[in-house]
């Protein structure tokens, strides 16, 4: 940052000064002519494309569109993250994500499966429904603002479809779930190009190999207008490392209320981003453009945490109470209940450490009811574990250890055990520091 | 939790009593609210306050007779162009809201929609029974399928509509 030392730059300092102000100036005029522009109601067309690969700014960006702009405007808005999980509105992050090899780069934790090399990888919660996804530099996202009434959860992945196959990749259809597969079919058979929901190699389920997932979609809707996003895996480097990001070691011992994510096997489209976004926002203008006639596309970026709105919905994402507090009630077992027996019954073989029997209830990311129980443990150690317990936030447990202990001596063994297995299977993440770009 | 039960019980009458009414009881009903309001005038006026009104976000209050508390939910027309409702967040009892906040949500098919509410006050109940049944939205969205109930302080803000305005708001649209 530091300009190198001299009395040449010494003597040019106040004349930087005042160039940089003069930019800041010129840059803080263009964000928020960005506000204006968006909430302009004779702009029905409008396209961005985000250079920032923030995930919380970008998914801030996307929701002040959707709530400022025109009631009968439709807007495109590409985006690409840096690493990243995302989780759905309403889900569980224990139970989607493997916490624990989030910042396995970082902590340098290795554990006996050594975590993937990629680095730090943000946890996200967005607004919109739906599951879990991972984001990286090889996927690029894509995000439609339009008016409610016309909307269908279909119209906007078909435009996707469309796009992909002028693009030559003719396998590419949406699929029952709204998503956007790619057919693994060896045989061609005739079908009418036109179809979005079929291609020439679909073959009935089981019937041969599956479909592989491309793009998946998600929605969220206010009062008049609709807003659909979509993954776009165009050739993430990532994919065979997905998998481990997105199995909790909790599973088997979460009951969770909310939404769960659907599993589907992926797979790279295998198309450069230039080409693909290029193509996607000729296809939104014949969409939506008078004539097909295509809006100016217009650059946003990290400056624009400028703007107020975007900055108050940029921190309230980064917040411990939206990413996990938001949480749907949920409940942790180490033992299989009457009311769930059929469905943990796999306990029995995932679980092997902990004699005692433990349970709690978490709701809001709180711990509102809590038992334990074991065989040589006695009832004043349950007592202290319970009220040491209650009434704590999750995401605030640093060390399942030290808060077990007692009196700072070594506890319980069976209650040492309980608190390696927690460390395990319910660590919880660093969250980003709050940061200082402007 | 049995107390809960019984207000959400009571609760759930009040909003069906107003909805299912079959139109065939329709002449008897009215000849007793008739009777009853040549007796307690001030009775006859609440009672007109106390029909489902319908917002443009296509929530629906009632007030109950005395105006002090309302039941909230989401209307029928909304109910199924969300789809299978698979989770709704229930506002937290005892929240202070204003007219125009987020007091929830609905998840259905991916999206997810916030439940607005046109009246502020307090939330004094909710219809826990969505907790373990979402879809009760779908089946039965201005009955059994009732969001919150909340103590009305101030009045409603933003276009009400009655039943008659409200389906032609949603013709229109």
């Not at chain 2, 007219?99 to 991916?110: M, N, R, Y």
């Amino acid at each position: 940052m530091a300009p190198s030392r001299g009395l040449y730059h010494v003597q040019h300092t106040s004349h930087r000064l005042i160039e940089g102000g003069r930019n800041m100036a010129l840059a803080r005029r263009a964000f928020t002519s960005f506000s204006e522009k968006v909430a302009n109601p004779a702009n029905r067309v409008q396209s961005y494309i985000s250079r920032s690969n923030n995930p919380y700014l970008n998914l801030s960006i996307e929701d002040h569109i959707l709530r400022t702009s025109p009631p009968d405007s439709a807007i495109l808005f590409l985006y690409t993250n840096r690493p990243c999980v995302v989780i759905g509105r309403n889900q569980n992050p224990w139970l989607e994500v493997n916490l624990g090899i989030l910042n396995a780069a970082k902590s340098g934790r290795a554990k006996d499966t050594e975590p993937p090399a990629i680095g730090n990888v943000d946890l996200v919660r967005r607004r919109s429904g739906g599951g879990t996804v991972f984001h990286d530099e090889g996927n690029v996202n894509w995000s439609i603002t339009s008016p409610r009434a016309e909307f269908t959860r279909d119209k906007h992945a078909e435009m996707v479809v469309r796009a992909l196959r002028k693009l030559g990749i003719a396998r590419a259809r949406v699929n029952e779930r709204h998503d956007i597969v790619l057919d693994q079919g060896h045989v061609k058979r005739d079908c009418d190009s036109q179809d979005t929901h079929r291609t020439p190699y679909t073959i009935d389920d089981g019937a041969g190999p599956r479909p592989l997932k491309v793009s998946g979609s998600a929605y969220k809707l206010t009062r008049g207008r609709a807003l659909h996003h979509g993954t776009t895996l165009l050739a993430s480097p990532n994919l065979h490392i997905i998998p481990q990001y997105l199995h909790s070691p909790a599973k088997p011992f979460l009951k969770a209320k909310g939404v769960e994510s659907f599993s589907s096997p992926v797979g790279n489209i295998g198309l450069r981003d230039e080409i693909f976004q290029k193509y996607l926002q000729e296809e939104f203008a014949a969409m939506y453009g008078a004539g097909g006639k295509q809006p100016t596309v217009e650059i946003v970026g990290e400056e624009y945490l400028n703007i107020p709105e975007i900055r108050r919905g940029y921190e309230e994402l980064r917040t411990a109470d939206w990413m996990f507090s938001q949480t749907p009630q949920f409940t942790l077992t180490n033992y299989p209940t009457n009311e769930s027996a059929s469905s943990n019954s796999h306990i029995n073989q995932t679980l092997t450490t902990p004699v005692a029997r433990f349970h709690m209830t978490i709701h809001h990311g709180v711990i509102k009811d809590c038992e334990i129980d074991g065989p040589q443990s006695s009832k004043d150690t349950h007592d202290r574990i319970r009220t040491q317990l209650l009434d704590r936030k999750l995401q605030d447990i640093q060390n399942w250890s030290d808060l077990l202990a007692h009196d700072g001596q070594a506890a319980h063994p069976e209650v040492t055990m309980i608190a390696r297995w927690l460390a395990e299977i319910m660590p919880t993440p660093q969250l980003p520091k709050p940061d200082c770009i402007y | 939790m049995v107390a809960r039960l019984l207000v959400a019980h009571g609760a759930r009458q009040l909003t069906s009593s107003a909805v299912r009414r079959p139109a065939s009881f329709f002449p008897s009903t009215c000849q007793r609210w008739q009777k009853a309001s040549a007796q307690h005038r001030l009775f006859s006026v609440s009672a007109a306050v106390k029909a489902k009104q319908y917002t443009e976000d296509h929530e629906w209050i009632e007030l109950s007779p005395d105006g002090k508390t309302c039941i909230l939910g989401i209307s029928d027309y909304a109910a199924k162009q969300l789809g299978d409702v698979v989770y709704i967040e229930l506002p937290q009892l005892d929240m202070e809201i204003s007219a125009g906040d987020a007091i929830g949500a609905v998840e259905s098919v991916k999206s997810a929609s916030d439940i607005l509410t046109p009246i502020g006050g307090k939330v004094v109940d909710r219809n826990g029974v969505l907790e373990e049944k979402p879809g009760t939205v779908n089946r039965d969205p201005e009955g059994d399928g009732w969001i919150a109930k909340i103590e009305v302080e101030g009045k409603p803000e933003g276009k009400l509509m009655s039943k008659e305005e409200y389906t032609a708001f949603t013709e229109e649209v």
